[in-house]
């Protein structure tokens, strides 16, 4: 599937609510850490979705391809991208990073979609105006990974703590890309396929690692809950069909909001640091990334072309 995009209101909607829900997660897992291991979290959290979305899946007759053209070998590869992956790096980077610092790092989701697009994608070409955007949100990267953004955690594995963040989000933007360019697929029966591939990886790599799961109490059990039920199997749908109708790069308007949300939300319940340096960096990534998206924005408030 790599004919135009189709960009409707409910697909502006559906990014909307996609910002809100990403953006407060990191402080929800954030929390969820305290009480299990990082892998763990990410079983959790992925085994709950799994199961609800397969549920779903299957009342609707458990269709996957809709037609005759199938594409196994690039479905598994787009599951272990898009939820697999980038579920044990955040949750293995935030032990070291704030939530800030996570929700800030999921701006370069978009950075990366625009020049993958361009060559992977025949409808989603890089003009000079998206170039110019990559560049200065580039720069606010830049910034963001600079020794001022955030006061240091303390933490040995700081460092690494962010390149997994930001590692997860490469994941993010190559599977948006690759999931664009599978034939027709039921949109539940991708999501609940992305889910069932996840967690037959993260659950036996979190056995490796962290060995039996353990018990992490009332809480624990909530806040995983949670995280399966809203950023991962809702999310997890709701960015099946932007990304599968509206194309990774207008899916990348969700990191518009990630950021900000992350933010206010950490500062305002976690206490986190609201230094400066991040806030310059907020405003070159969005710059950038809003600078990118010009034509769409325009569309939307101006109702003009291009």
């Not at 409910?10 to 997660?25: H, K, N, Q």
């Not at 799994?50 to 787009?78: C, E, K, N």
């Not at 996840?198 to 109490?217: E, R």
Request: charged share 10%; aromatic share 10%; with cysteine.
């Amino acid at each position: 599937m790599t004919d135009s995009p189709n960009i409707t209101p409910a697909s502006w909607l559906m990014i909307a609510v996609l910002g809100f829900i990403w953006g407060g997660t990191f402080m929800v897992q954030a929390l969820a850490l305290e009480t299990a291991p990082p892998f763990w979290v990410a079983a959790g959290r992925i085994s709950f979705a799994a199961v609800l979305t397969a549920a779903v899946w299957s009342a609707r007759g458990a269709r996957m391809f809709t037609t005759t053209v199938t594409a196994w070998p690039d479905l598994i590869w787009v599951a272990i991208l898009s939820a697999a992956a980038p579920f044990m790096l955040i949750a293995w980077g935030q032990q070291y990073v704030t939530s800030s610092y996570t929700g800030v790092a999921m701006a370069a989701v978009a950075l990366i979609v625009l020049p993958l697009a361009h060559f992977m994608l025949p409808g989603e070409r890089l003009t000079w105006r998206k170039a110019l955007g990559f560049v200065i949100g580039f720069a606010g990267i830049l910034v963001l990974m600079g020794p001022e953004a955030f006061v240091s955690s303390g933490a040995g594995m700081e460092p690494a703590g962010r390149l997994a963040c930001l590692a997860a989000a490469g994941c993010y933007a190559i599977s948006s890309v690759l999931m664009r360019r599978l034939p027709p697929l039921d949109p539940v029966g991708l999501a609940a396929a992305t889910l069932l591939i996840g967690t037959a990886v993260v659950i036996p790599m979190a056995m490796i690692s962290h060995g039996a799961p353990v018990n992490p109490g009332a809480r624990g059990l909530i806040l995983i809950a949670i995280l399966g039920l809203f950023p991962t199997a809702m999310a997890n749908l709701l960015r099946i069909i932007v990304a599968r109708t509206a194309g990774p790069v207008f899916m990348s308007l969700t990191n518009y909001q990630v950021p900000l949300w992350s933010v206010t939300l950490g500062v305002v319940f976690l206490g986190e640091p609201l230094k400066m340096s991040l806030l310059w960096a907020l405003l070159l990534i969005l710059t950038g990334v809003g600078l990118s998206q010009y034509g769409a924005l325009r569309r939307l408030f101006a109702g003009g072309s291009g």
